[in-house]
């Protein structure tokens, strides 16, 4: 059976992996297709595209954005991207900026309570334009001003800690435009994470096309309680593993294998979509 894993990061976010580390493990586990979700950037596809082609893996090209709905933090997978559309790049060079001071911001917050990271040591480390807190928190192990990654982000990350910074972040509904402008599908992410049913019905109303019901840290009766969900909306389903690479040791690519048929209907969608609107 074929099987894919929508859900992906590399060292263009904060992932570990390159993209060709990537699809070589996708390709020692047998992934038929994958789809890279890099955070706020689709920087990395040219790269996966060309090493899934060598490995003949289906590549779909993606990201995975931060955006909010009434107060709420949701991410909202891209799928079938176009990478070259002008104003989805526009947008995420935007946000990209934004976690660049970010991440001046958390340092500042840190050197606050007196610990004496740099951000430069920071930027060296996550060395892409799409930073964030777990580029914070590796930075911190490995001046060793922590003990380990979960530390950091119990002691000083996490949203309430005090070198939490919030992030400014689209709309989910705007997002969700901007994905459809530049001919892809939109899926919000693991929504088990953020337990925040309450707005997935503002998402549908704005179009979104479909929901990650199995997810690494999504237990089988989460799975079913959104697979539920994407019924009784109408909803197509997705599923990946969300690995981060060697990030906190084994790595999750593997642990979610999406049968094939779920991408085929996401084919059949982008497909459709393409041929009722043939200049969008
Ligand atoms: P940011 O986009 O900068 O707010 O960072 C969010 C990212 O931090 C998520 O995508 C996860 O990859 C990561 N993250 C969140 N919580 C933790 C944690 N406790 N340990 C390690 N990584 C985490
Ligand atoms: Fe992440
Ligand atoms: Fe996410
Ligand atoms: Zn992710």
Redesign the pocket.
């Known amino acids: 059976m074929k099987f894919a894993d929508l859900h992906l ?1 590399t060292f263009f976010s ?1 992932g570990t992996f390159t993209p060709e580390e990537l699809v070589e493990r996708a390709h020692a586990i047998g992934f038929a297709a994958i789809a890279l979700t890099d ?1 706020d950037t689709v920087e990395g596809c040219a790269r996966a595209a060309a090493a899934c082609a060598r490995a003949d893996i289906e590549f779909i090209s993606g990201t995975e954005l ?1 955006a909010e709905h009434a107060d709420t933090e949701v991410h909202i997978l891209a799928y079938f991207v176009n990478t070259q559309n002008q104003a989805l790049l526009t947008r995420i060079a935007g946000f990209q900026s934004v ?1 660049q001071s ?1 991440i001046r911001e958390m340092v500042a917050a840190l050197n606050k309570l007196g610990i004496p990271l740099k951000a430069e040591s920071v930027f060296e480390l996550a060395n892409c334009k799409s ?4 580029h914070v ?1 590796r930075a911190l192990v490995k001046e060793k001003l922590i003990g380990n ?2 530390e950091a ?2 002691r000083y ?2 949203k309430g800690r005090p070198a939490w910074i919030p ?1 400014t972040k689209m709309s989910a509904l705007e997002s969700v435009e901007l994905i459809h402008q530049a001919g892809g599908l939109a899926v919000m992410a693991h929504p088990g994470l953020n337990r925040t049913d309450e707005v997935i019905p503002g998402l549908v109303d704005a179009g979104l096309d479909g929901i990650e019901c199995f997810h690494t840290k999504h237990p089988r009766a989460t799975a079913e309680h959104y697979l539920q969900i994407a019924r009784q909306y109408g909803l197509l389903v997705t599923g990946g593993s969300d690995c ?1 690479g060697l ?2 040791g084994r790595p999750l690519i593997g642990t979610v294998r999406l049968p094939f048929h779920y991408l085929e209907k996401l084919k059949t969608k982008v497909v459709q979509r393409k041929a009722a609107k043939p200049n969008g």
């Open positions: 990061h904060d955070h931060t976690r970010r930073p964030g807190r777990p928190a990654l979960d982000f119990e990350l996490k992030k981060h990030s906190k």
